[in-house]
């Protein structure tokens, strides 16, 4: 059973940073392209950054281009999210999800495993 499990998240200054952390549970997470998506109070849950299990390819959202970098440790079967110079804008719940499909867009739709998110809250 694939399981996905979330944690690094917290409140943090305006400009600050923050590691997210995705552990995979019952399957071997290199075989899956994982995604980050978030989620802000009364807003649609949206596509934040992936990386490929192909290649190791990542996209990122335009917001978070620049600021936010996924990375995969395979030995620890998890996947990080470092987020830095983080804004306001960046709060919401941050869910991972995992996906086996060959073509894969950062789409809720495309991934069918997910966690149960951590609240990361960006406020001075």
């Known amino acids: 059973q694939v399981q996905l499990v979330e944690s690094g998240g917290g409140l943090v200054q305006p400009g600050g940073s923050l590691r997210l952390s995705c552990a995979g549970s019952g399957f071997t997470l290199d075989y899956y392209t994982i995604g980050w998506f978030r989620q802000a109070p009364g807003k649609e849950r949206e596509g934040v950054s992936l990386?490929?299990?192909?290649?190791?390819?990542?996209y990122y959202a335009d917001s978070v281009k620049g600021r936010f970098t996924i990375s995969r440790d395979n030995a620890k079967n998890t996947v990080y999210l470092q987020m830095n110079s983080l804004k306001p804008e960046d709060t919401g719940v941050y869910y991972c999800?995992?996906?086996?499909?060959?073509?894969?867009?950062?789409?809720?739709?495309?991934?069918?495993?997910w966690g149960q998110g951590t609240q990361v809250t960006v406020s001075s």
């Open positions: 990386i490929k299990s192909s290649d190791g390819r990542t």
């Open positions: 999800a995992a996906s086996r499909l060959m073509w894969v867009a950062l789409v809720q739709g495309d991934f069918g495993s």
